[in-house]
Every structure is written in structure tokens, then in C-alpha cells.
């Protein structure tokens, strides 16, 4: 069997998003791999490393040229090929499933590990609308997983707590913190990546036509009081604090 | 139409059902606006969905005891598809952003995920959304059939609206779920659920251990009548279980007021609690980031400041 990990470059948490004409602008941000997406990366190595009967394990990265370097990195960690799908275009993530969907296919991928949320965009989207398109089942928020044969076992994030499930592949599998920590790529083998496959495919082979258009982007920033109170007598500080919360924000009663 | 998901819990129908009826409202979207509740056993439900919709439709049924992903969407696909609904709006919880895409494929709409505002502009809907770890505000807009997740928290529940709405029985046609529950561990808190709290009151590292957490954090949050938060550190550490945690990888809150007790405001907690109305910190380091988005600060000892606030607030 085959498993698609999804990967995609974002800038780093601590980067500062500048926005330009409306549209946000990463020049000179710090990128990096998105995190939940490197869980996807890690669990799929663990998986073959835990003797599951694994071929292949292949990431896939939509969208600009700097998504490259998120392949790299999983090529680095330890994945066999990566494929790249360039373009500069913005698509919404349920369009964007239908490369996932044809690629996953084209690779006889039965198992697709996805970030659980992703840090640029926000969204939680394109791990389901991949399953949809697929017709198949979906664990979204997993932090613990385990493969025996086609059967999937392990524990995921609901709305009020957390589930123990079982599942038969094929499946989609998005991630949560928790699942795994994440190798890092050690220099011999980001030097044996240079030299894996990374494929480039024409975006326009996959037929994509967006149905969301951005219209503006801005930073909206919500004035602050930053009013400050002298911690040194706690007894008045704490008095003070709730009078403000009471009688200026009125916030508590 | 304008279809709206239910959520409800324990047999009451969830503010976040009521914030998704206000969202159908301002959307400046035509037609009756009509509550679908899915679930069994939910008669008292679909009678206080009523109250605030044009219709109800309502599919009482065995299979719906339990939520699943491809059962939901199914469900809500076929209604729409009946019922020729212009735009879905379903709750953007954890189940809702996992269900809605699937939703929006099956009917080839295009999805407008976690919404903050709706507007129309000419035909194409419009809708506000958190990026970039919701440090960036984008508009984004889509024309003809849309599905739509609505963030919690970000609009007023609705009020009634004249009469009550008509009720009525749907019938479906439902897959049966592919995935196989095989054990729930419901995280109980007797406190008020931290995505419905007016106010929160969150614990970071700085409280110093986890009979600290319970005897400030917990202790201020009862005296408050709050729900109780705590940051990623706290949860890894495995001082609070991971139902409390606020931030990217845990709940995204927007209370009245939202207290950080010893909590430094690393990015990723920011993008959880960032748009509460109020923001109240404490802690000992004035370098904090917390202290950049605070309304009202104290720097110093939580040791103090906090017994001295859980006394003076138990008056």
C-alpha cells in the first residue's frame, strides 16, 4: 500500500504577516513546514517503521514555488517521492481536493494523512472534501494511531472529548497534537533527498476552477486599554481590577 | 431557502444554533430561513428551534442517535437538495468544519469556512474570516449555492421573531457510518462550557503547578461563575486534561472577558483568545506579550494578586 502526505509551506508562528494592496504579503517571513502537516509526515514514517506493509509513501504539495521546501523537508524526514503541483493561484480548499483526490488515485494511495488545521489559511477543509471526493470514511484530530493490515485503530478529537475508533482503509487521517514528535532530518539525509524525486505537474491537468475569490485582507487590530496596575499591594490591585471589571468594563457583576 | 444545521446538546438546542440564525439573517440571502434538526429523541429540540425560525424540519430517527461525518452529510445534503436551498450554514465546531466540506462536494457548492460576518454583495455572499492564525482578516465571497461553517461566538444569539415557526417530519435515506466508535471519554466540567462562558479565566504555566491551577484558576473561575481554559504548556504537561486548552490546536473562545493568570501569550495561544472583548492578565513578567493585548494588566505575584482577587470577589 501506498499513503499521500499533504504538506504545505506557511510562515512560522512567530512571523510578523504584512499586508500589501489588500493581499498578504510574506516577503522576508520566516516559512516553514506547517506543523500539523509534519505529524502527517512523522505518523506515515512510523506506520512503515512499525512493520505495517507500506510501499510507498509520497507527499503532495499544491500551490507556490515555496511549497517546495516544505517537500524537501519531508523528502529529508524520510518520505520517497514528493510531487509538486505549481501554482500561484489561490484555490479554497474544497477545489484543491480534486488534485488530492486524482493524485491519490493515480498513486494507488489507500491512506491520506492531512494537517489538521492549517496555519496560513485557517482551514480544516481539505481533509474532508478529499475523503468526500474519494468516497471515503474520515478521522479528523487523531492523536493516536495504529495500522494492522487495512484496519485502522486509535483516538481522535471530538466536539466534547475523545473517541476510540476503528476504521478499514481506504481513509483519510487529518492530525492533532499529540499524535507524534517529529524527527528532525539529520544532514545525511537532507543530502540523500537532494537527490529523490520531486515531481512538478501542470495544474492544469487537474481541471480547477475556484469557486472563492478573496476579496480583501487586512490586520485588524482591537484597540486595547492597556491599562496597568501596580502589582506590589495585592490586596488594592485586586480591588482595583475587580471595580474596573465591574463599573468600567462590566464584565461581572 | 436557507437551511441551518442544529446543533444541540443534552436535549437543549446550543447558542451556537441561535448565533447561526442571526448569521442567516444579516446574510441579506432571500427565503424562509429553516432549522433542520437531526438526532433522535428530539422533540423539545425541534420545539425551541421553532421559536426562532420561519420552519423546522425535523428527522427524529434511530440512525441519527449518534453523530458521523458521512451520516450528517448525507442528511443535510438531501434536505438541501429537496428542499433547493441557496445556502447551508452549518456550526463551525470541531464536527461541523469536519462535516460541512463533504456537504459542499456532494452538492458542488462552494464552502465559505468559519465565518465571523455575512453580508451579500449583488448575488455572491460575502463572508469575513480569521487567517494566518487569525492574525490576518480576509474577505472572502462566492455566487450561486453555499454552504457556510459560522465561527461560535461571533453573532448575537437570535431572538424569537414573531410566531413560531411550522414544524415538520422529514424522512431520510442514510448511509450506514464506515467508522466504528469504540469508546468516549466525555471530558464533564460542572462549569459553563468554555465556547458558551461570558467569562474565562485561563491558566499558563506561570500558576506553577497543577494544586495551583486548581486552587486559583479553578477557585477564581467558581467565584466568577466562569469556564476554565488553560494554555498548550498546561495541557502537555499534563496538568489539565485537553478539553480546557485555548488556541490553535484547542478551542477558539471570544468571551466578555477573558482572564490570564500567569500566561506569557505565545502566538498560538493569542490566535485562540485574541478576540475576546476584554483581556485580563497577570503575571509576574512585564515583558509578556500577554500585557500587548491586555485591557487591563497586573504585574506580579500570582501567589498574591490571585487569593487577594478570589477573597475580594467572593463579596
Known amino acids: 500500500m501506498n499513503i499521500l502526505t499533504l504538506v504545505r509551506q506557511v510562515p512560522d508562528a512567530e512571523a510578523r504577516v504584512k499586508i500589501n494592496a489588500q493581499q498578504v504579503d510574506l516577503d522576508g517571513a520566516t516559512l516553514v513546514i506547517d506543523g500539523m502537516d509534519e505529524y502527517g509526515v512523522e505518523e506515515a514514517l512510523r506506520l512503515r517503521e512499525s512493520g505495517a506493509p507500506i510501499e510507498q509513501i509520497i507527499a503532495l504539495a499544491i500551490g507556490p514555488k515555496r511549497n517546495e521546501d516544505a517537500l524537501r523537508t519531508a523528502l529529508a524526514m524520510g518520505v520517497d517521492r514528493a510531487i509538486h503541483v505549481e501554482t500561484d493561484e489561490k484555490f479554497d480548499a474544497v477545489t484543491l481536493s480534486r488534485v ?3 493524485v491519490a488515485q493515480a498513486e494507488n494511495a489507500t491512506l491520506i494523512l492531512a494537517g489538521g488545521q492549517e496555519a496560513d489559511w485557517d482551514s480544516q477543509a481539505l481533509g474532508a472534501a478529499s475523503a468526500e471526493r474519494l468516497g471515503w470514511p474520515q478521522l479528523t484530530w487523531t492523536n493516536e494511531l495504529k495500522l494492522d493490515g487495512d484496519t485502522l485503530t486509535g483516538r481522535h478529537d471530538v466536539d466534547d472529548g475523545n473517541e476510540s475508533f476503528r476504521a478499514t482503509l481506504p481513509a483519510v487521517v487529518t492530525t492533532q497534537q499529540g499524535l507524534n514528535e517529529p524527527r528532525y532530518p539529520t544532514l545525511p539525509n537532507i543530502m540523500k533527498a537532494k537527490k529523490k524525486e520531486l515531481r512538478k505537474d501542470d495544474p492544469a491537468t487537474y481541471g480547477l476552477t475556484g469557486k472563492v475569490r478573496t476579496v480583501n485582507a487586512e490586520i485588524q487590530t482591537r484597540a486595547r486599554l492597556n491599562t496597568m496596575i501596580d502589582g506590589k499591594d495585592a490586596q488594592a490591585a485586586a480591588q482595583q481590577l475587580l471595580d474596573l471589571l465591574r463599573n468600567e468594563a462590566k464584565v461581572i457583576a | 431557502m436557507i437551511l441551518i444545521v442544529a446543533e444541540h446538546t443534552a436535549g437543549k438546542l446550543a447558542k451556537a444554533t441561535l448565533e447561526m440564525v442571526t448569521a442567516a439573517r444579516e446574510s441579506g440571502r432571500e427565503g424562509p430561513i429553516t432549522l433542520l434538526v437531526l438526532g433522535q429523541n428530539v422533540a423539545a429540540v425541534a420545539t425551541e428551534a421553532a421559536a426562532v425560525a420561519d420552519q423546522v424540519l425535523v428527522a427524529d430517527l434511530p440512525g441519527l442517535a449518534t453523530y458521523n461525518a458521512e451520516v450528517w452529510a448525507a442528511a443535510t445534503t438531501q434536505i438541501a437538495q429537496e428542499g433547493e436551498a441557496h445556502t447551508v450554514i452549518i456550526g463551525g465546531s470541531r464536527s461541523g468544519r469536519e462535516y460541512a466540506p ?19 454583495n449583488g448575488a455572491a455572499l460575502q463572508a469575513q474570516r480569521y487567517t494566518y492564525l487569525a492574525r490576518v482578516t480576509e474577505t472572502v465571497e462566492a455566487d450561486g449555492l453555499v454552504v457556510v461553517t459560522v465561527k461560535p461566538g461571533s453573532f448575537a444569539p437570535a431572538a424569537p421573531a414573531g410566531a413560531a415557526g411550522e414544524q415538520y417530519d422529514v424522512e431520510l435515506t442514510l448511509p450506514a457510518p464506515r467508522v466504528e466508535v469504540t469508546g468516549k471519554s466525555v471530558e464533564k466540567s460542572s462549569r459553563v462550557a468554555l465556547t458558551e462562558a461570558d467569562v474565562i479565566v485561563t491558566g499558563g504555566r506561570g500558576v506553577g503547578s497543577p494544586e495551583n491551577f486548581s486552587r486559583y484558576v479553578e477557585a477564581l473561575a467558581d467565584n466568577l461563575g466562569a469556564g476554565v481554559g488553560a494554555t498548550r504548556a498546561v495541557v502537555d504537561a499534563g496538568w489539565r486534561p485537553y478539553a480546557e486548552q485555548v488556541g490553535q490546536t484547542g478551542k477558539t473562545v471570544q468571551p466578555k472577558a477573558y482572564i490570564a493568570l500567569g500566561v506569557s501569550g505565545a502566538v498560538q495561544h493569542l490566535s485562540g ?16 506579550p500577554i500585557f500587548k493585548v491586555a485591557d487591563y494588566g497586573i504585574v506580579g505575584d500570582i501567589n498574591e494578586i490571585v487569593p487577594a482577587l478570589i477573597e475580594a470577589s467572593r463579596k
Not at chain 2, 463533504?102 to 460576518?117: F, G, I, N
Not at chain 2, 483568545?273 to 509578556?288: Q, V
Open chain 2, 102 to 120: 463533504r456537504v459542499a462536494v456532494k452538492l458542488d457548492a462552494a464552502y465559505l469556512e468559519d465565518a465571523t460576518k455575512l453580508s451579500s
Open chain 1, 100 to 102: 488530492v483526490a486524482q
Open chain 2, 273 to 288: 483568545m485574541g478576540k475576546s472583548k476584554n483581556i485580563i492578565a497577570i503575571n509576574k513578567d512585564a515583558e509578556a
